[in-house]
């Protein structure tokens, strides 16, 4: 693959597994499953199902807009199902007025032993959460997870009620000389270009959830940046132009 080299070994690992599905799925004529993947190896996955001119490959968390999917590769023949994907979806219900994290159910489902890769997206309300995980091993989750820090929970396996997440923004626009990456991410930041260039030659920049280290890189309407240390943002709209010759670029931060 072209740009294997470039990958680290943990990626190329992750690329060995695609290419086994899609070979799998194309002799035995029916779907192949890897994940649950974060958005840089989906963004390495969509990379190897292009160079292989697989088509017919769909990512889904359990709901409309997961973060951690799982990538199922189908035959040519067969139409992708979201039923067909081996994920499940569990509901812990506890005190409304107590105050549990991402964090502290992440934490609760790692300490079974159950591997990161295992567990979809876990999407916090007031007062439950739905944690998305292998069908194999989900009953396992809602039976051992009865407390999550102090906090007794009540597991309801399977949970069917339909899930939704809203994701909130703060939005604000600026003007660029270009639509190259350091220019970009100087408006993005509100730093000066040298902060910005080091930040990126630094390794600190993903431009679609894979590393960027060229400041020259030329940033699309729709991008999606993520900087160490700063979060992450969408590039919503880039231009018009203003009269002095500048790109307006109106950037969206997520809260």
């Known amino acids: 693959m072209g740009f294997i ?13 695609i290419d086994d599905a899609c070979e799998l799925c194309e002799m035995r ?28 490959g769909v990512f889904y ?7 951690r999917t799982i990538l199922g590769v189908f035959p040519s023949f067969l139409p992708p199902d979201p039923s067909l994907f081996p994920l ?5 219900h506890y005190r409304s007025v107590a105050s549990l994290s991402h964090r502290d159910f992440l934490g609760a489902l790692l300490a079974t032993g159950v591997k990161r890769e295992k567990i979809g997206d876990i999407v916090c309300r007031e007062g439950l959460a739905v944690v998305f995980a292998d069908e194999e091993l989900a009953p396992f989750l ?23 997440v809203c994701r909130e923004f703060h939005e604000y626009q600026d003007t660029v000389a270009s639509a190259r990456l350091d ?14 260039v080091k930040r990126i030659v630094g390794g600190m920049v993903s431009c679609n959830h894979m590393s960027c280290l060229s400041v020259s890189h030329p940033v699309k ?26 790109l307006v670029i109106k950037i969206q931060k997520y809260v």
């Open 61 to 67: 968390g359990g709901y409309d807009g997961a973060e």
């Open 29 to 56: 004529s029916c779907p192949r499953f890897v994940g649950f993947l974060d958005q840089h190896r989906q963004a390495v996955a969509r990379a190897v199902l292009h160079e292989k001119g697989c088509t017919n």
């Open 183 to 196: 220019a970009v991410l100087k408006a993005t930041l509100r730093v000066s270009r040298e902060q910005a």
């Open 221 to 246: 309407e729709g991008d999606v940046l993520s900087v160490r240390g700063e979060g992450r943002f969408v590039i919503a709209a880039l231009g018009p132009v203003t009269k002095k010759g500048r």
């Open 142 to 164: 809602a039976e051992s997870v009865d407390k999550v820090g102090s906090e007794g929970v009540r597991a309801e396996f399977p949970y069917t009620e339909p899930v939704t």
């Open 5 to 17: 080299s470039n990958l680290s070994e943990e990626d190329a690992l992750l690329c060995a597994r």
């Open 88 to 92: 499940s979806a569990i509901g812990f």
